[in-house]
């Protein structure tokens, strides 16, 4: 007969007592380790990972208290198609989710969990979301087998103790059961049940299914709970900007996976727009609340970085390799001979010797990436350079703009501002991406992804768009809406934009806009800025350049709102009536 620890000895919450006593009797782990977040506990759990290969120290004088970890070649992304949104009726997950009855759910993820931390430790990690203190601040516990994922979720949360005083004898936290099992792909399952503020998520190790105060938690639950309780929990960074006079006004961006989300939280000012500055609040997910003057203020939940490796470098975001010389855990990239670590797009050519993502010998000639091209940097915010001093802050900071943005070759001019905040959630419910020549035979195939949230909304996402709309009309100050296409081409096939710290001219366009009245014009889709109205000093673009960037062509909208009407029919009757007549107005006015 196994003995654990007295939960007694760690909470005052009767609820979270008897929850992880339910798990131990289903798992029926070896030990039971409460984690308080502290300095010796993470030496002491590092140390553990060490001697059992699951981390690989790298180099102190290279990369002081950093480690490699390798997945199973199998685990190596979020797996989308075995994940399930388990409310109690299937509308309830509507036409974007996977859906499981809820008792099925259980009953089958059950059968899998029983007796599975055998001769493993189980580890218990009460973790907070969002700055502690703050309003908008939610507790979550994951249990989990896996060390790995104890010591991420100590660089993403605010772990340990801090958690169990907020939670104090409360029961009002969420659930996480997280075992790794065998890592057969058969037996994968993330299963989310809003109803019971719980996620069962079983045989991955990988980030976004196993770390589940990420997207299970701070996106799909939370989602659900902004419903309930009337904020929004969205898939967008954060970010501040400071003009030249000390102003500091913040926008929050929603894209899809691979548009550069956290290089554009990071970016560096280019040397013509002087006196500017970024501040980083979050890359990833924001909370957002109605504030007491009746503007929407955020708050990033997390506290620190899961960012994607290849292609990051001190070119496209020094900020983020910044954030990564120390203290970081890296995944699935390549290890030099000296302790290093290297992926594709970094800035020095790769070293003789390297091992590629799965350990074994790597060249140039190998025709393999040495990388994986999802590998990961896991990294405290605390590291960023460019780190708000109120990314801690509890009362969040004031929202003054909210952008959406895809991967769009055509028709999507580099800014649009809508016209209100119900034609802003039509650009966001309709926003797509188009695949890239990578998915095959499909290039420029738009998806389209609402607010970004198409993989991570929990509810039927008609409502949640009916949720959007009913919070803009208790806003009494709120923030403008602006669609952004970094990724428009000439029919040569060349970027018309060149991104990266530039993008910060976009962006002075719309803080015009909003606090001077800055110049722009009406378009059929939008307000667009006059080519005169957006700072180029110091930029080198030939006038025509930038006119295509800005271009509304009037035949490309025609079929652009035409294939966003396929998709809102999609969705069925609970598409809010008063976007169906957006888009009726906007096929009108397009003639
Ligand atoms: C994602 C991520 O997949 O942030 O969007 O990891
Ligand atoms: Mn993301």
């Not at 685990?75 to 509308?91: G, L, N, Q, W």
């Not at 057969?184 to 196993?210: E, L, M």
């Not at 952004?484 to 993008?503: H, Y």
């Amino acid at each position: 007969m196994t003995s654990y620890p007295a939960a007694e000895a760690f909470t005052k919450s009767r609820a979270l007592a008897d929850w992880v006593a339910e798990c131990a009797r289903l798992t029926r782990p070896e030990r039971i380790v409460w984690c308080d977040g502290s300095e010796a506990e993470r030496r002491r759990l590092t140390d553990a990972a060490v001697a059992a290969g699951t981390l690989i120290p790298l180099s102190p004088e290279k990369r002081p208290g950093c480690h490699l970890h390798r997945s199973n070649p199998n685990d190596v992304a979020r797996t989308e198609e075995v994940t399930f949104i388990c409310s109690p009726a299937k509308a309830g997950a509507g036409v974007t989710n996977n859906w499981m009855a809820p008792d099925e759910a259980y009953a089958k993820l059950g059968a899998l969990l029983k007796d599975s931390m055998a001769r493993r430790t189980m580890y218990v990690i009460p973790y907070v979301m969002g700055p502690l203190g703050s309003p908008f601040a939610k507790v979550g516990v994951e249990i989990t087998d896996s060390v790995y994922v104890a010591l991420s979720m100590r660089i993403m949360t605010r772990m340990g103790r801090p958690a169990l005083e907020m939670l104090g004898e409360s029961a009002d936290f969420n659930r996480g059961l997280h075992c790794t099992l065998d890592l057969d792909p058969r037996k994968r399952f993330i299963c989310h049940f809003p109803q019971d503020n719980t996620i069962w998520s079983v045989g991955s190790g990988y980030g976004g299914n196993a770390l589940l105060s990420k997207k299970c938690f701070a996106l799909r639950i939370a989602s659900c709970l902004a419903r309930d309780e009337g904020w929004l929990a969205e898939h967008m960074l954060i970010v501040g900007i400071q003009n030249p006079a000390g102003e500091t006004r913040y926008l929050a961006a929603a894209f899809p996976s691979a548009c550069g989300k956290t290089n554009l939280a990071m970016l560096t000012p280019p040397p013509a727009l002087k006196g500017w500055k970024i501040f980083t609040v979050g890359d990833d997910i924001a909370w957002l609340r109605i504030g007491p003057d009746g503007g929407l203020w955020a708050i990033n939940p997390e506290a620190g970085y899961f960012g994607v490796a290849p292609g990051t470098s001190m070119k496209s975001n020094p900020n983020a390799m910044r954030s990564v010389e120390r203290d970081a855990l890296f995944t699935n990239v390549a290890a030099t001979p000296d302790g290093d670590v290297w992926w594709e797009g970094m800035d020095a050519p790769p070293p003789n010797g390297l091992r590629d993502w799965q350990g074994r010998p790597w060249n140039p000639q190998s025709g393999e990436k040495a990388a994986h091209p999802n590998s990961r940097f896991t990294a405290p915010m605390a590291n960023n350079p460019a780190l708000s001093p109120h990314a801690n802050d509890p009362r969040g900071v004031p929202i003054s703009a909210i952008v959406f943005g895809g991967r769009r070759a055509t028709t999507m001019p580099l800014v649009l501002e809508s016209f209100d905040w119900t034609h802003g959630v039509f650009m966001g419910a309709t926003m797509g991406s188009e695949t890239t020549a990578a998915a095959a035979g499909k290039v420029g195939v738009v998806r389209r992804d609402p607010m970004a949230m198409l993989p991570f909304c929990g509810y039927n996402i008609g409502e949640y768009l009916g949720h959007w709309l009913n919070l803009g009309k208790r806003l009494t100050k709120p923030p403008r809406i602006f669609m952004v296409n970094w990724f428009r081409k000439s029919a040569g096939g060349d970027f018309l934009w060149p991104g990266f710290g530039e993008n910060l001219r976009v962006r002075k366009w719309m803080l015009d806009r909003i606090h001077n009245d800055g110049d722009g014009h009406r378009t059929p889709v939008g307000f667009a800025p006059d080519p005169a109205g957006l700072e180029i000093a110091g930029l080198e673009i030939a006038p025509e350049q930038l006119r295509q960037a800005l271009a509304i062509d009037r035949d490309e909208w025609r079929h652009e709102i035409a294939s966003a009407g396929e998709f809102l029919d999609k969705i069925g009757p609970t598409l809010p009536a008063a976007l169906r007549e957006r888009h009726r107005a906007l096929a009108a006015a397009l003639g």
